[in-house]
């Protein structure tokens, strides 16, 4: 059994959904399909990076499942494309959904599809905050540090 630590996010009104807010409690409910919701933090907006103007729903949820993480990338993908995802055009932009895996309980994970830790976490604190939240004990690999003391240096930043 692996733990995964999700970042959440949306900042776009999904029909039948409702608006970023619903939306990040929605995925948290959809996650169950992928592992078992072990943890959850509070949602949170945040302002955002690059171009878009609309602020964003955060969360970060930690889930249990056999999955190894190529495997489970694919699943989250598919919850983010039926929340209306699609990845095409430029980065930064609006996002219905947004599932990044952070870390994971094996420690690194390189390949050209998918790298654990997520490579800006650190400097992102609306993912540190929230994951933070709901693994403050977890630990970087990279650095070594908790998760609680890396939210803590980006809050004093």
Known sequence: MHRYLIAIGSNVRVAGVGGPHRVV????????????????????????IGPSLRSYANAAAVVESESEPAHFLARLQQLEFRFGRRRRGAPWRARSLDLDIVLWSGGVWLTPDLVIPHPLFRERPFVSGPAAEVAPHWRDPVTGLSLRQLASRLAHA
């Not at 409690?25 to 955002?48: C, F, K, Q």
Request: glycine share 4%; no cysteine; charged share 30%.
């Open 25 to 48: 409690d929605a995925a948290v409910l959809a996650l169950a399909e992928v592992g078992e919701v072990a943890e959850v933090s509070r949602t949170r907006s945040s302002r955002p």
